[in-house]
């Protein structure tokens, strides 16, 4: 095995059926998008190279740019919600509390159900009339807090960062869960013999030995949340006024709505120089070491 491992042209030939495969549907895609971004087009009449006339637009469209700001509130809302949530539930179930399998389950179970179906379902329980949102309110006699949640533009954002929540939580639960399991019961062992608590076992065993995964699920959840258009379109449309528009609707508002996809290509290249970016910052910020039992 070590011999067939060795040879460089054996793993050219498994490697390169899935290179192919990458570059056709990845990297082929993403030099076509932007050229496109460096033309008028509608893909039906002749293009008209513009340069980078598009991408000078998007400086002055204040629908853009309150799209990038909605993302930039996802991202935070995200983090704040998704981490620590995930973390604390995560330690919870990893000490075995009773029904932890049942639990597991039950906060995994929302990041399976599809984004539209989830958009769906909280559209009816955030309805200003019959929904459950406000009539908890009301039994609880806070009509004065009860809102048109997605129909008005201070609430909506608000309302769509705990959809998020609700649903990618559990997933980002799980994947730091399977962090914990990885580490040896023997430093835990150790630690109790010690008289260390549950909270010191935490700080300096469970949280230092998961970084690494950490540091992972801390792009996923940034670039997830910069690339959310199937939650957000199912439930607003991007509105009331643009004020929950993103920028992955505004992409698809622009292209498919408008018929400008130069200019939805540009919009396209800068989520992906966006989502690049936020990996670089994140490696650069969270510094690992490799880990050895």
């Given at each position: 095995m070590n011999r067939v491992l060795s040879n460089k042209k054996i793993i050219a030939i498994f490697i390169l059926p899935t290179l192919i495969l990458y570059t056709i549907f990845v990297l082929i895609p993403i030099g076509y998008n932007v050229y496109l971004s460096l033309?008028?087009?509608?893909?039906?009449?002749?293009?008209?190279?513009?340069g980078f006339r598009n991408y000078t637009n998007l400086i002055s469209d204040k629908i853009f740019l309150q799209s990038l700001k909605n993302n930039g509130l996802l991202v935070l809302g995200s983090l704040i919600a998704h981490l620590p949530?995930?973390?604390?539930?995560?330690?919870m179930i990893f000490k075995k509390i009773q029904g932890s399998h049942f639990f597991q389950s039950v906060f995994f179970?929302?990041?399976?159900?599809?984004?539209?179906?989830?958009?769906?379902?909280?559209?009816?329980?955030?309805?200003?009339?019959?929904g459950i949102v406000n009539a908890l309110l009301k039994a609880a006699h806070l009509e004065n807090w009860q809102h048109a949640w997605l129909s008005?533009?201070?609430?909506?954002?608000?309302?769509?960062?705990?959809v998020v929540m609700w649903k990618y939580v559990g997933y980002h639960m799980?994947?730091?869960?399977?962090?914990?399991?990885?580490?040896?019961?023997?430093?835990y062992e150790a630690a109790e013999i010690d008289g260390a608590t549950s909270f010191q076992q935490f700080t300096k065993i469970t949280f230092p030995l998961i970084k690494h995964?950490?540091?992972?699920?801390?792009?996923?959840?940034?670039?997830?949340?910069?690339?959310?258009?199937?939650?957000?379109?199912?439930?607003?449309?991007?509105?009331?006024n643009h004020a929950s528009e993103v920028l992955a609707t505004y992409m698809y508002y622009q292209g498919f709505r408008t018929m400008k996809f130069g200019y939805a290509s540009a919009i396209g290249v800068v989520l992906l120089v966006l989502c690049v970016l936020v990996i670089w910052i994140v490696n650069h910020i969270i510094k690992t070491e490799k880990i050895s039992y």
């Amino acid at each position: 095995m070590n011999r067939v491992l060795s040879n460089k042209k054996i793993i050219a030939i498994f490697i390169l059926p899935t290179l192919i495969l990458y570059t056709i549907f990845v990297l082929i895609p993403i030099g076509y998008n932007v050229y496109l971004s460096l033309y008028q087009t509608d893909l039906i009449s002749k293009n008209r190279f513009i340069g980078f006339r598009n991408y000078t637009n998007l400086i002055s469209d204040k629908i853009f740019l309150q799209s990038l700001k909605n993302n930039g509130l996802l991202v935070l809302g995200s983090l704040i919600a998704h981490l620590p949530l995930a973390l604390f539930f995560g330690n919870m179930i990893f000490k075995k509390i009773q029904g932890s399998h049942f639990f597991q389950s039950v906060f995994f179970l929302p990041s399976v159900i599809c984004g539209a179906g989830v958009g769906m379902l909280f559209n009816m329980v955030y309805n200003s009339e019959f929904g459950i949102v406000n009539a908890l309110l009301k039994a609880a006699h806070l009509e004065n807090w009860q809102h048109a949640w997605l129909s008005e533009e201070s609430t909506v954002m608000i309302a769509l960062i705990v959809v998020v929540m609700w649903k990618y939580v559990g997933y980002h639960m799980v994947i730091q869960l399977a962090a914990m399991k990885s580490i040896p019961t023997s430093l835990y062992e150790a630690a109790e013999i010690d008289g260390a608590t549950s909270f010191q076992q935490f700080t300096k065993i469970t949280f230092p030995l998961i970084k690494h995964v950490i540091k992972i699920d801390t792009v996923l959840i940034i670039t997830g949340s910069l690339k959310y258009f199937d939650l957000i379109w199912s439930m607003t449309k991007g509105g009331p006024n643009h004020a929950s528009e993103v920028l992955a609707t505004y992409m698809y508002y622009q292209g498919f709505r408008t018929m400008k996809f130069g200019y939805a290509s540009a919009i396209g290249v800068v989520l992906l120089v966006l989502c690049v970016l936020v990996i670089w910052i994140v490696n650069h910020i969270i510094k690992t070491e490799k880990i050895s039992y």
